[in-house]
């Protein structure tokens, strides 16, 4: 259902743009986020978009350095990343559900429907 990519190896320091695409639906059908997963470590919420433009949110630990963000005309969510460091290391994953999600619902896991494959994102001191 989602497809991601963009992931990769890279100096600290340096920045990575990661991608979502649906593959069956537009993105507009979809409250979307990105997750990570680092190794021994539970997945972490990093950022969510809601659609229609009903917002943005960013976990503390990221904001600020990541930034989320969707474009329709390209069918594609994205997420910005900035000033990268070793501990950002980890599988990156989007995330999506068609449910309209509450703002005390956008970091819970359970509360997406469909998931990406993963990309990894490697950064080197």
């Known amino acids: 259902q989602l497809q991601a990519s963009g992931g990769g190896l890279v100096q600290a320091g340096g920045s990575l743009r990661l991608a979502c695409v649906p593959s069956t639906r537009t993105i507009s059908d979809y409250d979307m986020a990105w997750f990570r997963q680092a190794p021994g470590k539970e997945r972490q919420f990093l950022a969510a978009?809601?659609?229609?433009?009903?917002?943005?949110y960013h976990a503390d630990s990221v904001r600020g350095r990541f930034t989320i963000s969707r474009d329709g005309a390209k069918n594609t969510l994205y997420l910005q990343m900035n000033s990268l460091e070793p501990e950002d290391t980890a599988v990156y994953y989007c995330?999506?559900?068609?449910?309209?999600?509450?703002?005390?619902?956008?970091?819970?896991?359970?509360?997406?429907?469909?998931w990406g494959q993963g990309t990894l994102v490697t950064v080197s001191s």
């Open positions: 978009s809601r659609r229609g433009g009903r917002g943005t």
């Open positions: 995330a999506a559900t068609t449910k309209g999600l509450i703002t005390s619902s956008i970091r819970i896991l359970g509360a997406y429907d469909f």
